[in-house]
C-alpha cells in the first residue's frame, strides 16, 4: 500500500513538532509506504513567496491522502496587512479543501493526572472523549450579519443558520467516529429555545436511524457545559454546532492540562483531512528543541486512523505514547518532579523506540 502525506511544517515549533510527528507515523506505518511531500505555508510561504498560501500548496494538499501540519505565525509577521498573515493560510486551507467537521480529543492520560483542573476522584475517572464540531455554519458565517443604526441606537447583530444538509454530513461524522470509539454519541444543542437546534435535534435524529449500534443522547448546551466539569466521564462523543462547538471544544481540552498533549483532526466530504496540533507556533521556545511533541505525534495517529484507515498503526502510536509518559518522561510544559526532562527529539525518539519495540522492528 502506498499513501501520501502532504507536509505543512510551517513555523516556529511547527517544524520541530512535525518532524517527531514523521518519524512516529513511518514506525508506526511499517507496512506501508507512506510518501511525504512538503509545502509552503503560513510565515514560511510569505518569505519565500509573498503568499501565506501559495497555490502550489493547495494543489499538493488536493492530491495527497492526507495533509499534516504543524503551526503557523509569529510576531515576525504580526505587522503584516489581515491578508498577508500567516493564519489566513490555515483558515485557507481548511476552506480550499472543503473541511466542514473538527474533531477535537479530550485525554486525560493517568500518567498526567496531576495536570487536571478537576478534583482528584473526579478525574480518577478518567477523560476520553472527543468534540465533533462544525466548522462552516452557523452564526460566525450566517447572513445577515453587520451593525447599523436602529431607533437612534447602534445595533450590531449575527444570524444563527443551519440547513439540513450541513446537519446531515456532521451527524455522519460523529456517528462515524463513535463506531471507532465507545460508541455513545451525545448531541447538544439548545432546541428549548432556538428554531436552529430543533432543526439540529431533528436531523440527528433522524441520521442516527442509520447506526442503530450507536446511542444516541441529546445535551442542552448549558447543561453540558456544566457536566464537563461535573463528570467528563460520561462522554464518548459529543457532536455540536460550530458556536457551542467553539467553547466547549475549549472547556474539555483545559480541563485535561496541558496544550503540548492536544490533537486534532478536520475532515471534509471525498478529500483528504487535516491533521494538526491545536497549539500554535510558540514562538517563546521555537528553536530550543523543548517543544513537547505528543499533541503533533497523537494528531499523527488520528491521521492514520481516520484519514489512512490504519487504525492498527495509530494503536501503535497511543501506545507507544502512554509508555513513553509511564516512562517518565517529560518535555518543559508538563515536568513534575521525580521525573525526566527530556527535549523534543528526545521525547520523539522514546515514543518511536517504543513502536519499535511493539511492532517487533527492533
Ligand atoms: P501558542 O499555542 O503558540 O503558545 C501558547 C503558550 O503555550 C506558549 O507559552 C508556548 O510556549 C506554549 N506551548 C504551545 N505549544 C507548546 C508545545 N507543543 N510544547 C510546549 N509548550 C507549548 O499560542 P500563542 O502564543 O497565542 O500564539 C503564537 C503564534 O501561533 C501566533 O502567531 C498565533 O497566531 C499562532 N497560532 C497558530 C495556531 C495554528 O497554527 N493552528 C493556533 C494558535 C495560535
Redesign the pocket.
Known amino acids: 500500500m502506498k499513501k501520501c502525506i502532504c507536509l505543512l511544517a510551517?513555523?516556529?515549533?511547527?517544524p520541530e513538532?512535525l518532524a517527531q510527528g514523521v518519524a512516529a507515523i513511518t514506525a508506526a506505518a511499517h507496512d506501508c509506504e507512506l510518501i511525504f511531500e512538503d509545502a509552503l505555508i503560513?510565515?514560511a510561504a510569505v518569505d519565500a513567496c509573498n503568499n501565506p498560501l501559495p497555490p502550489e500548496t493547495v494543489e499538493k494538499c488536493r492530491k495527497a491522502d492526507a495533509v499534516y501540519?504543524?503551526?503557523?505565525?509569529?510576531?515576525k509577521?504580526?505587522g503584516l496587512s489581515p491578508d498577508m498573515?500567516?493564519?489566513k493560510g490555515?483558515l485557507g486551507i481548511r476552506k480550499e479543501l472543503g473541511l466542514f467537521a473538527n474533531l477535537r480529543p479530550a485525554i486525560l492520560w493517568p500518567e498526567l493526572g496531576g495536570a487536571c483542573l478537576l478534583r482528584k476522584e473526579t478525574a480518577e475517572k478518567g477523560i476520553d472523549l472527543i468534540v465533533v464540531r462544525e466548522l462552516t455554519g452557523d452564526v460566525y458565517f450566517g447572513c445577515p450579519r453587520g451593525e447599523e443604526t436602529r431607533y437612534g441606537r447602534r445595533t450590531a447583530f449575527n444570524t444563527m443558520i443551519y440547513d439540513e444538509d450541513e446537519i446531515h454530513r456532521i451527524a455522519h461524522t460523529a456517528f462515524a467516529a463513535a463506531r471507532l470509539r465507545r460508541k455513545r454519541v451525545c448531541s447538544v444543542d439548545k432546541s428549548n429555545v432556538l428554531e436552529t437546534s430543533r432543526l439540529w435535534r431533528e436531523i440527528v435524529t433522524n441520521v442516527h436511524a442509520g447506526y442503530s449500534d450507536v446511542e444516541l443522547s441529546h445535551m442542552y448546551v448549558d447543561n453540558a457545559a456544566m457536566q464537563l466539569v461535573r463528570d467528563p466521564s460520561q462522554f464518548d462523543v459529543i457532536v455540536t454546532g460550530n458556536l457551542f462547538g467553539d467553547i466547549l471544544s475549549d472547556e474539555a481540552a483545559a480541563i485535561t492540562g496541558?496544550?503540548?498533549m492536544l490533537a486534532s483532526a478536520s475532515m471534509g466530504g471525498s478529500g483528504p483531512g487535516l491533521f494538526?496540533?491545536?497549539?500554535?507556533?510558540?514562538?517563546?521556545?521555537a528553536g530550543t528543541d523543548?517543544?513537547?511533541?505528543?499533541?503533533?505525534i497523537l494528531s499523527g495517529a488520528m491521521l492514520l486512523r481516520m484519514g489512512l484507515d490504519m487504525p492498527d498503526a495509530a494503536d501503535r502510536i497511543e501506545t507507544a505514547v502512554r509508555k513513553t509518559l509511564a516512562d517518565g518522561l517529560r518535555?518543559?510544559?508538563?515536568m513534575e518532579q521525580g521525573k525526566t526532562l527530556a527535549s523534543?527529539a528526545a521525547m520523539g525518539q522514546a515514543v518511536v523506540n517504543h513502536i519499535w519495540k511493539t511492532s517487533g522492528q527492533k
Not at 518535555?331 to 508538563?334: A, H, L, N, P, S
Open positions: 510551517g513555523d516556529g515549533i511547527g513538532v503560513g510565515g501540519l504543524g503551526a503557523v505565525g509569529g510576531p509577521w504580526d498573515r500567516p493564519e490555515l496541558s496544550l503540548g494538526e496540533p491545536i497549539h500554535g507556533s510558540a514562538p517563546d521556545i523543548s517543544a513537547n511533541p505528543l499533541a503533533t518535555t518543559r510544559d508538563i523534543c
